[in-house]
Structures are given as C-alpha cells and as structure tokens.
C-alpha cells in the first residue's frame, strides 16, 4: 500500500469555489521557465497576473526545482500561488521528473492543488508527470512504530487546453496504473530479507492472482519440482540457504481468455525476474560494507510482478509470462564451492567459479523453463546483474544487450517516452570467449574485463536460436544508495510502456 493516496483529474478550466471552514482554496501551480516565461497561460487572470508579481518580487529565474510560494495571509478568499521553475524549454522532457517532484513539495500539504499546465505540455510530459508525482508521494513506513505525520494532500486538479479530455482521461488511467506497478515493486524491493525470503516473494505473485482473477493465474514451483525438472544451477544457488527456492510462474490473459477451459497463452510477452531476496555471496562472500543493500538483489523480479500489475490493471490486450526466480544466496556446509561442476535444465554444464556471481544461475534456469513451456514472442529478463554495470553506467540508465533489432528500436522509444533510460551494449562473441570453461560447458565468469558483458553472454548460451531476447542489467538503476536507500521501481514504466507500444 503507498504511505497516501490522492485522486488526480484533468479539466479544462479551473474554477475554484469560495474558501469555506472544513474546505480551504488550493493552492494553484504555475510553471515558469528560465527565460521568465509563464507555461500554462491558462485559467483566472488572477492567478497569473499574481504569479507575474511573484516571479518580479522574488527574482525568479525559474531554475529547475526552485519554487516560491505567496500563502496570501492576508486574503484569506485567495487560494495560495506558486511558481515552480522547470528550466530550460528545449530540456522540458528530460527534467519533467524533476518538475514533477519540486511540485509535489510545494503541494504536498495543501488539501488540494490545481496545476495550471496549459499548452506547452503535451501528453508525453503528461504520463511521466503523473508517474513522478506519484512516486513522489511513496514512504515505506511498515516497520516504523511512529511513522510521520501523512501529507495533507487529497486532490489535484491538472488544467489544461492542448489534446482532449479522451486522450487526457486515457493517459491518466495508463499513467496511474504504471503508478501502481512501480509501487508495488519498491514496496516489495524495500522489505528486509528476513521478512521477504524467496517463499514469500512468491507470495507477492500469488497476491496478483487474487487481485486480478480474472486475468491473472500463478503457479509456484519448489525445490522439488525443479529437482525434476534438472535446474541444477538454480539449486546450486538455493542449496546453501535454509529459506527454500522459488520459482513463480505468472500468467496473464490480456488477449486470450482466462476463463476458457483449456486457457492457453498465444504467443504471449514472456518476462523473467533475478529475485535473490539475499545476495552475501556464498562461499565467495561480500565484504561487510553495505552487505545490507542486497536485499535489493531481487529487484529484477520486484520491477517484474510490478509490470505485471501495471499491465493488469491498465487492462492491456496482450498475453504475457512472467517469470520471478526467488531465491537467497548464503555460505553454509550445504553450499556450493567454487569449482563446483552443475547442470542446468537444457543439459548444459557450468562450471561455478564464484558463488557469488549466482545471478546468472538462477536465471539461466529461469530461461530455459520459460523455452521449454512457451512459444514466447519475446524474452526480456531483468537483473541487479553485475557491480560492473554500476560502473560503467551508474544508476542512470540500464545496460540493454539483445540479439533482436526490433525490440532494441521498441525499447529505446519506451525509454525516452517513459525517462526509464536504458543503453545498448555489446554481445560480440570476442567477449563470449571469456566464459569458456576448461572443463565443462561454460564458466559463471568472465575475469575482471567488461563483467556486465560476459554475464550477458553467459544468459545468452541458454537462449534458443530464433527466440528474441532481452537482457537488462538494472544494477545500478534498481535503487539509490546512500542516505535514502530506496528501491526505485526501475524499470516498471520502461517495460510496461514498450508492452503498451507493442500491444
Ligand atoms: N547482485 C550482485 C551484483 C550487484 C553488485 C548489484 C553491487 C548491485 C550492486 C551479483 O550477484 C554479483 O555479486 N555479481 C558479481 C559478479 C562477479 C563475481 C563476477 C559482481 O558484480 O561483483
Ligand atoms: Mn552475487
Ligand atoms: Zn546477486
């Protein structure tokens, strides 16, 4: 559940009623760029000829972030204004995040807020806004015994004259559900390990079946089941932990009927997840130092079962598979050691040189159950993969490797739409080579060079010839370090936006 919940609408006038005790007047937004200028030169002209004041007594330069408020103390009839600086013009769509974040601040403890968008915003901008607005909004407080006091906020009006109110009114819905999703998955990425282990992660998934009946149904394989069906480099990982290994299968009917008899997903989207609800390292043990954040090592799968929910309750006509790989890497006598030889489903041998690249074990196995049991269309994969992503890529954008031109093209439009940003990286078979093993079919690593690259390449000798695919290595993305230490529910609004593009 978020910490608070405020309903949005868009209209195309803004008319506020008389201030009365138990409802006070909102207080009005207004945008101002860095050259002084008014965006959303719309509604009473009140409102903007007192942001025009404002903007001249306060020496405002519309700096990205930088807000002032006129509370009018002594006008207890007028509603509060506030300037909010978005910045440069031709920058608008990269910092919308911002703006929208810098506006939450501002509004967060009127009752209600009225946005004064007007026509330089278009739909684009708009679904990030609301995205952002929302997210701006998110505490993770279930473990606190007083939490803060909650934001007063209950209502926003967004006012606006470019596009229509259909097209407002779908983007709202999109952008809200895209909301939901992301908050879904910082919610189950922030909890602690002791709490969330790789059972209860799956339960998260058995949750959606619940919440959407009609569309969604979910299966939970144990160690058992994937003993049978030889993932032996999944168990390699899971064997050292007491909490028992997981794999969720969730299957959603957007285009297919759930309901039919013989329910079978045509063709469906096929999604895979890295769930290590623990990453110490095994055998191959982290440092101490902030060993805590690899609680966050199942982000992959917390960003998949908020997709999930996102695409449900958007209500998007496409069949999908997801798959949430849910398992905790930890030392123990039942471990696997470094030199350990282990076969996965598809009978491929894999020779473990470091426990702690396990990541690419689970999911090697996760690949190879989703090839066996569906015609996927596509296959994307997400994974706090490597500490070399972060390197090569901070958590700025995702490192995007595929074998599949399209999907490439889809992802990198979703990526700007949505500010979920990701970059192409290589999969040259020169880095390939790195994996080969002296011993057995293939090494889970590479060496020191290019580490993000060779974990691709290691997911990419259990991709079936033909099958498109994709692999996000969204290490550093997942979360922010530091003070905050939050999930970011990255990269939710990337994948569900590119399902909408492709439904
Ligand atoms: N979960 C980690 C990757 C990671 C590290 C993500 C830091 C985010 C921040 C992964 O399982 C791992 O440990 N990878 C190793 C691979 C190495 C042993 C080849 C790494 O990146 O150090
Ligand atoms: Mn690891
Ligand atoms: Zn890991």
Redesign the pocket.
Known sequence: MPAHTFQISVKNTLTLKKATKNKPLPIVVVFVSDEGQILGNLGDAQYISRATALIQQSHFKGTLGKSVTDYALDDQASPAISIVGVGKLDKLADNIAKVAVATYDVIKNSQSAAILWGDTICQIHFTQFVTALIGASYRFEHHKTKPKDADTLREIVIISNKDTQTDYDKALVFAQATAAGITTARDVANEAPNVLNPSELAKKAKQLAKDYADTVSVTVLNEKDMKKLGMGCFLAVSQGSDAEGKLAVIEYYGKSKKSDKKAKLDKPFALVGKG?TF?S?GI?L?PAAGME??K??MGGAASILGTVRAVAEAGLEIDLVAVLACAE?MPSSRSARPGDVVTAMNGTTVEIL?T????RLVLCDALCYVQEHYDARIIIDTA???????IALGSVRSGMYSNDEDALFALQAASEYTGDLVWHMPLDDAYDEQINSKIADVQ???GREA?SVT?ACFLQRFIKEGQAWVHLDI??P?WKSGSTNTASGRPVALLTQYLRSQA
């Open positions: 290590l990453d390292g191959s982290k954040e690899m966050f090592d890497n470091n702690d690249a396990e990541g706090t993969l490597t500490g070399a992503c972060v889970n690593i590479g580490g974990a290490a550093g997942a």
